[in-house]
């Protein structure tokens, strides 16, 4: 997703995505296949839905606990 606006990576997670526990029906996560993240590894996205039912979608890049 990357330099792209993701508007079909997130539809396809919101689709196919399997929702996060304790947070059924507002958040879903979804293992892409294909790099989505800026760090050039990341493939999932996590999608959630708003008051409004609109969906929003981001990578889901690993916390670097180093820094």
Same mark, same amino acid.
């Given at each position: 997703?990357?330099? @792209?606006? !993701?508007?079909?990576?997130?539809?396809?997670?919101?689709?196919?995505?399997?929702?996060?526990?304790?947070?059924? !029906?507002?958040?879903?996560?979804?293992?892409?296949?294909?790099?989505?993240?800026?760090?050039?590894?990341?493939?999932?996205?996590?999608?959630?839905?708003?008051?409004?039912?609109?969906?929003?979608?981001?990578?889901?890049?690993?916390?670097? @606990?180093?820094?």
């Amino acid at each position: 997703m990357d330099g @792209e606006n !993701g508007v079909e990576e997130t539809q396809e997670a919101w689709e196919k995505g399997r929702w996060v526990r304790n947070r059924e !029906g507002t958040v879903k996560e979804y293992d892409s296949g294909r790099v989505v993240g800026s760090d050039g590894v990341t493939t999932e996205i996590k999608v959630h839905i708003d008051g409004k039912g609109n969906i929003h979608g981001y990578p889901k890049i690993p916390l670097d @606990e180093d820094k």
